[in-house]
């Protein structure tokens, strides 16, 4: 065997098939159970390992958790890139009954702005940056669109000068993203939008309304079908989050999604679950009944965003690694949008003339976990080492969301068409 890192299912959805995951490189394959009884039977057949090693399938090492440890924390850990959380505003035009911000009601401050574009380009100067990435965020991060298309134009001059590469996506409600803040939007380079709708309006509207306790699901709606003509490049992630609450409803937003979206394949309907993390006691449905929701979608012909980019090795939450900081409007530093509100879990300051100060040991409690004892025969462990969610790892002890639904994960590939090789018998 060239991985100790290899997780086999029967596949659901067609019996004869057996899907093996290789959860060190990502890589995937099926192969007919008649074909070989058992999996060395496949091993043994030299023309199909060299094409597995073609494929980078095994991606063997001699010291396979120090590689995978190294391969799972270098992607956003580049030093030669800056990612970059902001929040351009802390209030919001919503009360979702489960959101977890308090809310500062106020936008990020000029000299703060300021202190931001000369941060970059103060690395620029010094390091050999390649590439500055910013991900706008709130509150509801357009209402500080001044300051994204203040910070957008600033940083976008400094790295067409510098030869560096510029990318930007943001996570908005899409209240106001109309098609006019949508051109506003395109000037400062954002590709990547999320957007966040709960199901059908009958319960979005229950669980994300205004302040003022109106519904949001139908502008945000016709937002979205306004600007999803005007898509020349961009990603719109629509985010629902399933508590108990929604779950009846779920089927009935597949088939409105799917009358409207089906065709557009930059449009992508992305299912979560609720998570209690404002500690309103919300009751959350389980990774079980969220992959059936997925697999359902994905049946009805619906294009689900692909479950491989959650659970490639390198496909880490930002706050797991060492170079993606939050920076909030009064320049607090933090590592995951969620705890912004918690001082005890701040890990630096900016000051104003570009400086970021970084508390180092604050610092590697995120991106530095300790394994526990199981960890060391997990299967789920180059795509996990204790850290899906570092939040959740300091409230108590858990693993990976996916442990012990493997089965339905890797039958989801196979719906989703991911699997990356078929292996035949060599004739
Ligand atoms: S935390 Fe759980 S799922 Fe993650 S590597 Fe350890 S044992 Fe595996
Ligand atoms: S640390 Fe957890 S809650 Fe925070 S962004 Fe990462 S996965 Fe989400």
């Not at 709960?198 to 306790?213: A, S, V």
Request: hydrophobic share 30%; net charge neutral; aromatic share 10%.
């Amino acid at each position: 065997m060239k991985t100790n890192f290899l997780i086999m299912e029967d596949c659901i959805e067609d019996s004869n098939k057996k899907i093996i995951f290789n959860s060190k490189t990502g890589k995937s394959l099926t192969y007919n159970k008649k074909d070989f009884s058992t999996f060395n039977d496949l091993l043994n057949e030299k023309e199909i390992i060299t094409q597995l090693d073609n494929l980078n399938f095994w991606n063997n090492s001699t010291n396979e958790h120090e590689v995978s440890r190294k391969n799972r924390v270098s992607f956003k850990n580049d030093p030669a890139s800056i990612n970059l959380i902001i929040l351009t505003h802390q209030n919001c035009n919503f009360r979702c009954t489960y959101c977890y911000e308090h809310f500062k009601k106020k936008e990020l401050p000029l000299e703060m702005q300021e202190s931001i574009i000369k941060y970059i380009s103060k690395r620029i100067l010094k390091e050999e940056i390649k590439h500055v990435n910013i991900s706008w965020f709130g509150g509801e991060p357009l209402l500080g669109i001044k300051s994204i298309e203040y910070i957008s134009g600033k940083v976008i001059e400094i790295c067409k000068d510098y030869g560096v590469t510029y990318g930007a996506s943001i996570t908005t409600n899409g209240y106001l993203l109309n098609k006019k803040m949508f051109e506003r939007l395109k000037k400062c380079h954002i590709t990547y939008y999320q957007i966040t709708i709960d199901g059908p309006k009958e319960i979005h509207d229950k669980q994300r309304p205004l302040i003022n306790g109106a519904g949001t699901f139908d502008k945000i709606f016709s937002n979205i079908q306004d600007i999803s003509s005007k898509l020349d490049g961009e990603t719109i992630i629509i985010r629902t989050n399933i508590s108990n609450l929604s779950l009846p409803y779920m089927d009935e937003f597949i088939q409105t999604f799917n009358e409207n979206f089906i065709n557009n394949k930059q449009i992508y309907l992305d299912f979560h679950q609720v998570k209690d993390l404002a500690g309103k006691g919300e009751s959350e449905i389980s990774t079980d009944i969220l992959l059936d929701i997925i697999s359902k979608f994905v049946k009805s012909g619906g294009n689900a965003y692909p479950i491989i980019r959650k659970i490639m090795p390198e496909s880490a939450c930002y706050a797991t690694t060492t170079n993606t900081y939050v920076i909030t409007v009064d320049g607090d530093v933090h590592k995951c949008t969620v705890s912004i509100d918690n001082n005890d879990l701040k890990i630096g300051q900016m000051d104003t003339e570009g400086n970021m100060i970084i508390n180092t040991t604050k610092l590697n409690e995120w991106t530095n976990p300790k394994l526990k004892h199981e960890c060391n025969e997990c299967l789920l462990l180059p795509m996990c080492w204790n850290n899906e969610c570092p939040l959740k790892r300091f409230q108590c002890e858990h693993c990976h969301s996916y442990k012990g639904f493997e089965k339905k994960l890797l039958n989801l590939l196979f719906l989703q068409k991911t699997i990356d090789y078929n292996v035949k018998i060599p004739s």
